[in-house]
């Protein structure tokens, strides 16, 4: 496999964190670059490091998560989406306001996020032509790259929103991610 095939698996791998970056970084405006290099890290280092694990498993994993990964990503995606949306919604949302920048949910998302990559992950386990180790860093930075552009994006995107607008924005994303990956599991 070259090089130009699988950096183009690893746009399109990370084009989820860069939709993920871009909600969080509409959603909170402007976000200090130790949370930026937080988000981006874990977003890298769970696309890059799914694929080893597919590759490894050889399919052991993947026979048992594939009946339900896309339901697990679906729930967690629309779970914080529709918090970030109600939130948004409320009148004291001020107080009650969704912090998507704390280290455990960019935990759960960038999880959330790299599933697919597992699965990718299985499918280099069948192709004797990849370098592995060449795809999992490939896969990691860009996804580490696109997600520092999808936040920085986001933030300038919030300057054009009313308060609030721009955490409905951010939640409908991610509820809308969550429900292509649904419908694309299902329908296959």
């Known amino acids: 496999m070259s ?39 874990l977003f890298g280092f769970f696309q890059g490091g799914m694929p080893i694990l597919g590759w490894l498993s050889g ?16 729930a967690i995606l629309v779970f914080i989406g529709g918090k970030m949306i109600i939130d948004a919604l409320r009148p004291d ?8 920048t704390k280290p455990l949910t960019l935990l759960i998302l960038a999880i959330a996020t790299s599933i697919d990559a597992l699965a990718v992950g299985f499918s280099f386990s069948m192709l004797p032509s990849v370098n592995i180790v060449l795809a999992v860093f490939t896969v990691g930075i860009t996804s580490f ?44």
């Open 3 to 41: 090089f130009i095939e699988l950096l183009l698996i690893a746009i399109g791998l990370a084009m989820d964190c860069f939709a993920v970056s871009f909600s969080v970084g509409a959603a909170k405006g402007k976000i200090d670059y130790r949370n930026i290099l937080l988000l981006a890290f």
């Open 59 to 74: 399919g052991l994993l993947i026979d048992h998560i594939c009946h339900v990964d896309h339901w697990i990503i679906f």
């Open 93 to 100: 949302r001020e107080e009650k306001k969704t912090d998507i």
């Open 145 to 188: 790259l696109l997600s520092i552009f999808g936040v920085y994006i986001g933030g300038k995107a919030s300057h054009y929103f009313r308060p609030g607008y721009a955490e409905i924005i951010g939640g409908v994303i991610l509820v809308a991610i969550g429900t292509k990956i649904l419908i694309e599991h299902l329908s296959a």
